[in-house]
């Protein structure tokens, strides 16, 4: 009998090209490379002046999200950069996947989205493969069973050129969490809060993966979010191990195998688990009934605070620091603090089941005079699935926008981006220091909170807005 | 174009201090910077909201007006630097504006994977050792990459992580990519076994 492995090392003994020495790393084969437009220029650069050709095209995976304009095309077809540089690099790509022959979601295909949208709901992602992106939410695609990280452009131009990564083998962190989530408490409130358990550093050289009751009754949608903000500690990946919930997503996508390949398939990703017997280099346990809503109070994810509850008092430079960036003061609540702007989309809370949660409270509902609400599907296939259920005319008749798919104000490259000064409650994964503009103050929260949030134009607990409408507010 | 600049493997040079913990590469370089396709020249951008105003004049408070440039191509950073985004940006503005090797007492992960292979020397120490240096501003230091240990004026030796392979690459500048290609046979047996 083979020694009991967790999930990881199934995976990463699946993909080992040549075994780590004492003094080489791992040479590790990768199933699949996703690409988009921002770090990948000069990865292809590298590869022309070295006159290397890309090994796999069929193992890669291209669109646009990042420079790419939110808002609608002339009619004409003309679309709004926000630099020339931005159309350029834009440019680039599409020239780029042409001269090497990878498949592009571009402006005409109807899956283009958000690269982490995108590749699952194309089927692409798949558990027991490796994934890597010049992205460091790539770690989204481990919802699946698979093994997805973040790499910088020189490892983007190694796998066009070879396929294969340098790899040291990282340390595993299980993340338990059992019981039943309370009202109003979603995947974006657990992983906040484990952010917040962690730290900001916490899962530094270890990859994550998440399981208990709690993980096993989350929808693929969910452990999705969860996972997406694994790098938000430090991990480079998270993962859960498939079950039905991720074999009835992927069947009939148009990448997923299909007929008897796709029973051989599943077959094979069942036995994608951690064995009994086998551990983790670490184990942390959270209990599903202490997470409440949570949104950050400062500067970075691990700053998490329940969303009825009081920011930081105590003492020190991080602490003060961050509090005069969010012109908060210590022990004060943050739900009643104005907010200027909210961001409904991003890697982590752009799916139709975000859309919808988000939908759920603002229908038949305005949003507060002044505030600007933008509403950003997270791809074509997405934001026509939402068109379908009348999503769009929800968030349109509160007085939201509804714009095209992209990263947009996740990551404001594209001129998604609010005023300096601004409170923007935000779906995104990030709430670093001008992340969203000039001296913007980034509160991340999930979609209800969001949604409720825009509602008051404060930063609102979404529990009073649930449906059908409770009428005990909790405190 | 080098994958990475080869490295005499010993850096001689004062220290800059950034006491700030938890410093992303957002702030190494802002997203606003990120349109571009190339890798180079990118030192004007690195710190650019640490160190300009709105209107692109320079801010007066900035701790980056006092860096000398020449001089002080250490810099001394909190904890967890370079966390967040996976953008190589950030080494190669760094190294553009003139760093050649960071201290931290710890580097996040894909920050310091990007940092190698472009010749940005990570140098993780405990904290004692960057609260010395914190205490100590433009402060006189040897790191030898070759020994992987940091002489520190006053304070003594103390040493560093650093993977064999990736201080022999530094060292004698080769390249990881060439490596991976010398085990072709090796990548199509197992692409014959899928």
């Given at each position: 009998m083979t020694r009991p492995s967790t999930l990881f090392e199934k995976i990463w003994q699946r993909h080992v090209v040549r075994q780590e020495t004492a003094d080489t790393p791992a040479i590790l084969y990768i199933d699949l490379q996703l690409l988009h437009e921002v770090t990948s220029p000069q990865a292809f650069d590298e590869l022309k002046r070295r006159g290397l050709?890309?090994?796999?095209?069929?193992?890669c995976l291209a669109t646009i999200d990042?420079?790419?304009?939110?808002t609608p095309p002339d009619a004409d077809g003309t679309r709004h950069y926000v630099t020339e540089q931005a159309k350029a690099q834009v440019d680039r790509l599409h020239a780029n996947c042409a001269g090497h022959g990878i498949e592009l979601h571009g402006w005409d295909s109807p899956h283009r989205g958000i690269v982490h949208v995108m590749g699952p709901e194309l089927g692409a992602t798949q558990p027991g493969m490796t994934i890597v992106c010049?992205?460091?939410?790539?770690?989204?695609?481990?919802?699946?069973g698979a093994l997805a990280f973040g790499i910088g452009t020189t490892e983007v131009g190694h796998v066009l050129a070879t396929q294969c990564l340098l790899q040291t083998k990282p340390k595993t962190l299980g993340i338990r969490i059992e019981g039943e989530l309370g009202p109003a408490v979603t995947a974006k409130d657990v992983i906040l809060h484990v952010i917040g358990v962690l730290g900001v550093g916490g899962g530094t050289g270890s990859v994550i993966e998440y399981f208990g009751s709690t993980v096993r009754a989350m929808d693929m949608e969910s452990r999705m979010t969860m996972c997406n903000m694994s790098i938000e500690c430090g991990a480079r990946a998270g993962m859960v191990a498939p079950d039905q919930a991720t074999f009835d997503y992927l069947?009939?996508?148009?990448?997923a195998p299909q007929g008897e390949d796709w029973t051989q398939a599943v077959e094979d990703w069942k036995t994608l688990s951690t064995d009994a017997g086998a551990s983790h280099d670490r184990l942390v346990e959270i209990d599903a009934?202490?997470?409440?809503?949570s949104v950050t109070w400062g500067t970075n994810p691990g700053m998490v605070i329940a969303v009825d509850g009081r920011v930081p008092d105590r003492d020190g430079a991080a602490t003060r620091e961050a509090l005069e960036y969010m012109q908060l003061r210590g022990g004060a609540r943050l739900a009643g603090e104005p907010v200027n702007v909210v961001f409904i989309g991003s890697c982590t809370n752009s799916r139709l089941t975000d859309l919808r949660a988000a939908a759920s409270v603002l229908e038949g509902q305005q949003v507060a005079n002044g505030i600007r609400v933008l509403v950003v599907p997270g791809s074509e296939a997405t934001r026509r699935a939402a068109e379908a259920e009348g999503l769009d005319r929800i968030f349109l008749a509160a007085g939201a926008e509804w714009r095209e798919p992209g990263c947009s104000m996740c990551i404001a490259m594209n001129g998604d981006i609010a005023r300096p000064g601004d409170l923007v409650v935000s779906t995104s994964n990030r709430n670093f220091k001008g992340r969203q503009g000039r001296a913007v103050r980034t509160v991340l929260a999930s979609p209800l909170t969001a949604a409720a949030s825009a509602i008051t134009g404060r930063v609102t607990d979404p529990r009073g807005f649930l449906e059908p409408r409770q009428g005990a507010m909790q405190a | 174009m080098n994958e990475q600049n080869s490295n005499t493997g010993v850096i001689e040079s004062r220290t800059f201090n950034l006491p700030v913990d938890n410093i992303d590469t957002d702030q190494i370089i802002p997203a606003q910077f990120l349109t571009t396709t190339e890798r180079e020249g990118l030192g004007r951008f690195c710190f650019h909201a640490w160190r300009y105003n709105d209107d692109g004049t320079p801010k007066s408070s900035s701790p980056l007006r006092s860096h000398d440039r020449l001089t002080q191509q250490v810099l001394v950073a909190g904890s967890n630097f370079g966390c967040g985004s996976s953008r190589e940006h950030a080494p190669w503005s760094l190294l553009d504006y003139g760093f050649r090797a960071v201290v931290s007492s710890r580097f996040a992960d894909i920050f310091r994977s990007n940092a190698l292979k472009n010749g940005l020397l990570p140098v993780q120490v405990d904290e004692a050792v960057v609260d010395f240096l914190f205490d100590h501003p433009d402060h006189a230091v040897r790191i030898d990459i070759g020994s992987r240990t940091a002489d520190i004026q006053n304070y003594g030796q103390v040493d560093f992580p650093l993977e064999p392979f990736s201080a022999y690459c530094l060292t004698r500048g080769i390249d990881q990519l060439e490596f991976i290609l010398q085990h072709r046979n090796d990548i199509q047996a197992y692409e014959d076994r899928l």
């Open positions: 050709q890309v090994r796999r095209p069929d193992r990042h420079s790419t304009p939110t010049g992205d460091s939410h790539t770690a989204t695609h481990g919802a699946f069947q009939d996508r148009p990448l009934a202490d997470i409440r809503p | -």
